[in-house]
């Protein structure tokens, strides 16, 4: 059976985001695989139409599956696609596994997005980084220092992209999983309050509103002195009370519980303008009652362990790490002899 035009526009809701250059398209296998892992997430069973190919790589850890043995598994049209789709209830909007299929898909989106970057991110040119000798030159031998601001800004560039794509993921993927949506400032219900207390049609964006709450919600991993220094806390402190005169309900989420002044501020302010907040763990426990059953198992399978381990690390000072490049790929290793090894697409000179 042949695929309608509107089948294949639904079915790009999970295998593809971005337009021309930057555009993302998963294969048809792919979606298949995200298809058969929503449901044995969600039933916690396998169903009588699962490919047993499929079945097995679902089980894994998601974070370990490798992209290897994805490419390994049979080649499918998009009309098989969209068959595992209706087979498994996605096609129903109204039906959980559609909202749980479409953040999957979306986590696995960013992280084949990231992964084609780190294959294909460019060693600078030598116009990129030759000015910046001159801050440094004459303290270590020529070559070196070359390598060494060559390697720099590569990590920089990576290290910007990273950060580009982790806010198009997390705070979209947990504004979903609450039932609510990001709002950007043009189509926001908070709007500034001018000097003289009235409101302004200028609005502020917000990371999470859900309207039948009648809730805004701030997402952030951690609140430091940075925001201070940027110029950015007075506009956070003032978020609350312009919630509040739009008739919301302000609620902050921090992630990171570490004590800080600036944090502390900060909660006692939505508390002031009648909003709530969660720190840490929480902060976890609260999203997942608000998510539900079924994305608050999303939450706690695959967006809070990554960054609760990561937080866990709390290391002042990195281990020594080796890094190394060749035609084929980087490697990055420690003294332990562990190595993360990226494939290159792209011939480095």
Known sequence: MTATRQQRTFYRTFSQHGTGSAMVELEPKDVALLVHISYLDIFEKAAEWFDERFFNIAQRDFYKIERKDVDALPELTVDG???????????????????????????????????????????????????????????????????????????????????????????????????????????????????????????????????????????????????????????????????????????????DPTPSALLEKLKLKYLEEGGRCAIGEEAWKMLITRAGKEMGKYIEKYIKPPISKMEEMNIVKPQNIHLSTS?????????????????RSVIIE
């Open 327 to 343: 035609k084929e790929s980087i490697i990055i290793s420690d003294e332990a002899h562990e190595r993360y090894i990226i494939p």
């Open 81 to 255: 696609a969209i068959r595992y789709l209706q087979l498994s209830g996605v096609t129903d909007t109204e039906n959980i596994i559609y909202l749980y299929m479409k953040n999957l898909s979306e986590l696995w989106r960013r992280r084949f997005k990231f992964y084609n970057i780190l294959k294909t991110q460019s060693f600078p040119t030598t116009e990129q980084i030759g000015p910046r000798c001159l801050l440094e030159y004459g303290n270590c031998d020529d070559k070196l220092l070359f390598s060494w601001m060559t390697w720099r800004k590569l990590i920089y560039d990576v290290d910007n992209r990273s950060a580009q794509e982790t806010g198009y993921l997390f705070e979209p993927i947990l504004a979903s999983c609450l039932g609510g949506e990001p709002m950007s400032h043009r189509n926001s219900p908070v709007k500034r309050i001018d000097a003289q207390g009235n409101r302004t049609n200028e609005g502020r964006q917000v990371d999470c509103y859900i309207e039948e709450a009648k809730e805004v919600y701030e997402l952030k991993l951690r609140v430091t002195i940075a925001a201070s220094g940027q110029g950015r806390f007075g506009e956070e402190m003032s978020f609350p009370y312009e919630a509040r005169k739009a008739g919301l309900t302000p609620i902050l989420i921090v992630f």
